[in-house]
T-cell receptor
């Protein structure tokens, strides 16, 4: 099973709403990632979790709050977003073997978020 | 942050022809990967080339890497309509300790005309 599952596929929210994006993988990967992709642009890294601990935060505004409850799950909590936060949010996972850098990532289909 | 330019930004060719796209990057790398993305969906890993390799093949794909020029190219031979997608190069930093985010190039949108 090489699947990364993201829910929901689409989300529309107002600027005062609180919502969460969910990502799940059952490949035994210990590294998980959130990326943001605007239309016709490449993905941009937001967060990296390694062994359930946040290892990289690319200076993302605090209205985005990641959470890794266990090795299979990754959440992204959204609060007080702005219209410019509308984008495709992609989750990925990779097998992390300490001392071996390869980092082939498996991506979910993404959540398309619209902030009104 | 983005690594650099991808060239061309868009490419339209006839089915059966070969497609070549190029990528440049800025920092020292451990490896460079190519990914495909169909219509704003998830990305799919295609091929990985390490910094000490110069050329790699996988099926109809051929990738080259020139670390002195910090550039890579992806060649897709005998293109098919199903190859229509956006293609991104992505780098893993040299100093990477395992779980590093990928830094993507701007991408090439490839259209295969039937």
């Amino acid at each position: 099973d090489t699947e990364v599952t993201q829910t929901p596929k689409h989300l529309v929210m107002g600027m005062t709403n609180k919502k969460s994006l969910k990502c799940e993988q059952h490949m035994g990967h210990r590294a998980m990632y959130w990326y943001k992709q605007k239309a016709k642009k490449p993905p941009e890294l937001m967060f990296v979790y390694s062994y359930e601990k946040l290892s990289i935060n690319e200076s993302v505004p605090s209205r985005f709050s990641p959470e890794c409850p266990n090795s299979s799950l990754l959440n992204l909590h959204l609060h007080a977003l702005q219209p410019e936060d509308s984008a495709l949010y992609l989750c990925a996972s990779s097998q992390e073997v300490r001392g071996l850098v390869k980092n082939i990532q498996y991506f979910g289909a993404g959540t398309r978020l619209s902030v009104l | 942050s983005q690594q650099g330019e991808e060239d061309p930004q868009a490419l339209s060719i006839q089915e059966g022809e070969n497609a070549t796209m190029n990528c440049s990057y800025k920092t020292s790398i451990n490896n460079l990967q190519w990914y495909r993305q169909n219509s704003g969906r998830g990305l799919v890993h295609l091929i990985l080339i390490r910094s000490n390799e110069r050329e790699k093949h996988s099926g109809r794909l051929r990738v080259t890497l020139d670390t002195s020029k910090k550039s890579s190219s992806l060649l897709i031979t005998a293109s098919r309509a199903a190859d229509t997608a956006s293609y991104f190069c992505a780098t893993v930093p040299y100093s990477g300790g395992g779980a590093d985010g990928l830094t993507f190039g701007k991408g090439t949108h490839l259209i295969i005309q039937p």
